[in-house]
C-alpha cells in the first residue's frame, strides 16, 4: 500500500482540521457546560445543530460511507475515511457534528445495505440528514453476549405482526432525545442451526411495550446526551415488514455491520491517543518537578517515546486494515480487522494512562479530556466484541490456515 494519503484524502482533512480549529475546539467547554447546565441530561444542547449546519455548509458531511452508496454520501474508501475518522476521534463528540458517529453510522450502513425502500425512506434518510438519531440493542443483561447466539430474546411471527419480549442493555443512543429507531437482534427461531436463529428487525422508540428502563454508566460516565441504555421489551409488535433482509439472517447482518464499525472505533481510538501524547508533551514542557521540566525526566521521556512508538504501530496496522478491506472486502480482512480490534483499544489505554500519570491529579480531574477518552478506550475492549474473542478466533483462523 501507499503511505501517502491521496491529494484528495490530504485536501479533505486540511479542510477538517482547519473546522476543528475553527469551531470544534472552541466550543469543546461551551458543549460540556451545556450539559451541565441543561435540566435534561438526554436532551441534545442546539449548538450541536449550529456545528451541524456548518458542516454540512463545508461539504463534510457523511464522509464514512463508501462509494457503493454514494448518492448518500462522500464515497470515500475506508483507507480515505481513516485519517477523518482519527482527526474526528480527538473530541469525543464531535462525529455527530459531520454525521459521524455511532452507533448511526453502523445503522445507516444495515438500512442501506440490507433495507427495503420503505426502510430506507422512514428511517435512512432522516438519519443521513441528520434529523433522528438511532440506537442498535444486541447486548442483554442476563447472557453472555460475547458470544451472539446466546441472546435470548425473542422475535416471534404473529399473523402480520413480529412480538418481541426480551431485556437489552448498553443499547447505544437510545436514552438521546432525538433517538427515533432501533435495530434489535433477537432469535426468531431457536430450533434452526446456531447461526441461523437470530434476525434484525426495527422497533420504532414509541412502540407500545419498549421501555427505557435506566442508563447504564461505562467507567462512572453516562456519555450525556447520547447514552446507553437498558431496554425491556413486552409483547412490543411491530408489522412483519420491519424485519430486515429474513429470518435468520440477523447474524450475517451483525457480521457485515461490526467490520467497518469495529475500524471507525480503531481509527477514533487513534485520534483520542494521538491528542493524549500532545497534551503530555506540553504538560511536560510546563511543570517543572524537582527543580527541572517534566521533559528533562529520563522517565517522562521515556513514557512519550514509547506511546509515540505505540501509536504509530496501531495506526500503520489500522491503515493496512482499512486498505485491506478495500481490495478484497470485509471477509477476506477479517484477520487483520480481529487484529486491529485488539490492538488499538489496548494502544489507546495505555497511552492515555501515561498521559493521565504525566499530569498527575489533573488528568483524572474534569478540567482534562483524559478521563473520559480512557473510559472510551477501556469500554471498546468490550463493545463490538471482547479482547478475548478476536484474540481466540485470529488465533484459530491463523492455526487453520497453516493447515491449508
Not at 86 to 91: I, N, S, Y
Not at 166 to 194: F, L
Not at 271 to 296: I, S, T
Amino acid at each position: 500500500m501507499d503511505f501517502e494519503y491521496s491529494a484528495a484524502t490530504q485536501q479533505r482533512l486540511e479542510a477538517l482540521k482547519g473546522f476543528m480549529q475553527a469551531h470544534i475546539y472552541p466550543n469543546e467547554q461551551t458543549y460540556h457546560q451545556a450539559l451541565q447546565d441543561s435540566s435534561d441530561p438526554w436532551q441534545t444542547p442546539t449548538l450541536m445543530e449550529t456545528l451541524k449546519q456548518a458542516a454540512r455548509d463545508a461539504g463534510l458531511w457523511n464522509l464514512f460511507l463508501p462509494e457503493e452508496y454514494k448518492p448518500y454520501g462522500a464515497g470515500l474508501t475506508n483507507l480515505e475515511y481513516a485519517p477523518l475518522c482519527e482527526e474526528m476521534g480527538r473530541v469525543l463528540w464531535s462525529s455527530e457534528v459531520f454525521n459521524c458517529s455511532a452507533p448511526d453510522t453502523g445503522n445507516m450502513e444495515v438500512l442501506a445495505r440490507y433495507g427495503s425502500e420503505q426502510h430506507k425512506q422512514q428511517w435512512l434518510e432522516p438519519l443521513l440528514n441528520g434529523q433522528i438519531r438511532s440506537a442498535f440493542a444486541m447486548t442483554e443483561p442476563a447472557v453472555a453476549s460475547s458470544d451472539a447466539t446466546n441472546i435470548e430474546t425473542r422475535i416471534e411471527r404473529d399473523g402480520e405482526h413480529y412480538v418481541i419480549n426480551g431485556r437489552k442493555w448498553y443499547t447505544s443512543g437510545a436514552m438521546n432525545r432525538n433517538c427515533r429507531i432501533m435495530i434489535v437482534m433477537g432469535k426468531t427461531d431457536p430450533s434452526a442451526p446456531r447461526h441461523r436463529q437470530q434476525s434484525q428487525i426495527l422497533v420504532p422508540m414509541d412502540t407500545p411495550g419498549v421501555t427505557v428502563v435506566r442508563p447504564m454508566e461505562a467507567m462512572g460516565f453516562l456519555d450525556k446526551p447520547v447514552g446507553h441504555a437498558e431496554v425491556l421489551f413486552e409483547n412490543v409488535r411491530v408489522p412483519v415488514s420491519n424485519l430486515l433482509v429474513g429470518e435468520g439472517e440477523g447474524f450475517a447482518i451483525a457480521q457485515g455491520r461490526l467490520g467497518p464499525g469495529r475500524i471507525h472505533h480503531c481509527m477514533r481510538l487513534i485520534g483520542c491517543a494521538q491528542r493524549a501524547l500532545e497534551m503530555a508533551c506540553d504538560r511536560a514542557n510546563e511543570r517543572v518537578a524537582f527543580g527541572v521540566p517534566l521533559a528533562k525526566q529520563q522517565s517522562v521521556r521515556e513514557s512519550i517515546a514509547r506511546m509515540y512508538c505505540d501509536i504509530e504501530q496501531a495506526r500503520l496496522l489500522t491503515l493496512k486494515a482499512a486498505d485491506k478491506m478495500d481490495k478484497h472486502g470485509n471477509k477476506v480482512a477479517r484477520d487483520i480487522i480481529a487484529a486491529i480490534k485488539i490492538v488499538a483499544p489496548q494502544m489507546a489505554c495505555n497511552v492515555i494512562d501515561q498521559a493521565i500519570q504525566i499530569h498527575g491529579a489533573a488528568g483524572t480531574s474534569q478540567d482534562t479530556v483524559l478521563s473520559a477518552t480512557y473510559a472510551y478506550a477501556r469500554t471498546i475492549r468490550l463493545a463490538d466484541g471482547p479482547d478475548q474473542v478476536h484474540m481466540m478466533q485470529l488465533g484459530r483462523n491463523l492455526m487453520a490456515d497453516r493447515l491449508g
